[in-house]
């Protein structure tokens, strides 16, 4: 199958401080990509849409001033999390598609750990 | 996208096969069934999907009722490495801005024991 990676696999920063996460599609184009937030012992929450070459679509609760994404080619997305306070705190997994009737399967990153101390 | 029901968690044993069902009563015509199953700190990895016939890969088999109102996702011979959450998703799939957009439940905890 299709490999999704994310940079860095974990990171921890201070609190205002921003840190920047990236998803790459290394054996394919992605039209869309996806990123997901998920927190102890819960499900994957889905923040935001993003489309190359266009501004992301975020999903209701979701600051975008303070979830910068930017998709700037068909391999790679950037989440960059703003002033981040413990809260936001998570794991953090992008995922990208290609559209394709009955065949755009979606493939996972391995995930981003974010401790904001 | 339509909304799934699983089980909170369910046990294997080891070399048996594992049955997992899911309940999708609201599924649309356009709408296929997608598994995913995620282990401990790692990203989903895809299983399988279908519209409304069963399908079969090198990792399991989906059965999707008549009516498409449930599915169960079979691994004929559970390992330990099977242990995860497996997520049902029902969602469109196509050519559209939210192709791949996924909506997760809770999903099944799956343990495989010796």
């Known amino acids: 199958g299709a490999v999704v990676s994310q940079h860095p696999s974990w990171v921890i920063c201070k609190s205002g401080t921003s840190v920047k996460i990236e998803c790459r599609s290394l054996d394919f184009q992605a039209t869309t990509m996806f990123w997901y937030r998920q927190f102890p012992k819960q499900s994957l929450m889905l923040m935001a849409t993003?489309?190359?070459?266009?501004?992301?679509?975020?999903e209701q609760g979701v600051e975008k001033d303070k979830f910068l994404i930017n998709h700037a080619s068909l391999t790679l997305s950037t989440l960059t999390v703003t002033s981040a306070h413990p809260e936001d705190s998570s794991f953090y997994i992008c995922?990208?598609?290609?559209?394709?009737?009955?065949?755009?399967?979606?493939?996972f990153g391995p995930g981003t750990r974010l401790t904001v101390l | 996208d339509a909304k799934t029901t699983q089980p909170t968690s369910m046990d294997c044993a080891e070399g048996r096969a594992a049955n997992l069902p899911c309940n999708h009563s609201t599924i649309s015509g356009n709408e296929y069934v997608y598994w995913y199953r995620q282990i401990h700190s790692q990203g989903p990895q895809y299983i399988i999907h279908?519209?409304?016939n069963n399908e079969t890969n090198e990792m399991a088999s989906l059965i999707i009722t008549e009516d498409r109102k449930s599915s169960t996702l079979i691994l004929p011979h559970a390992t330990l490495r099977d242990t995860a959450v497996y997520y049902c998703i029902v969602r469109v799939a196509g050519y559209n801005t939210n192709a791949g957009k996924s909506t997760f439940g809770d999903g099944t905890t799956l343990t495989v024991k010796p």
């Open positions: 993003s489309n190359e070459g266009s501004k992301a679509t975020y």
């Open positions: 279908g519209l409304k």
């Open positions: 995922s990208a598609s290609v559209g394709g009737v009955g065949t755009d399967t979606q493939y």
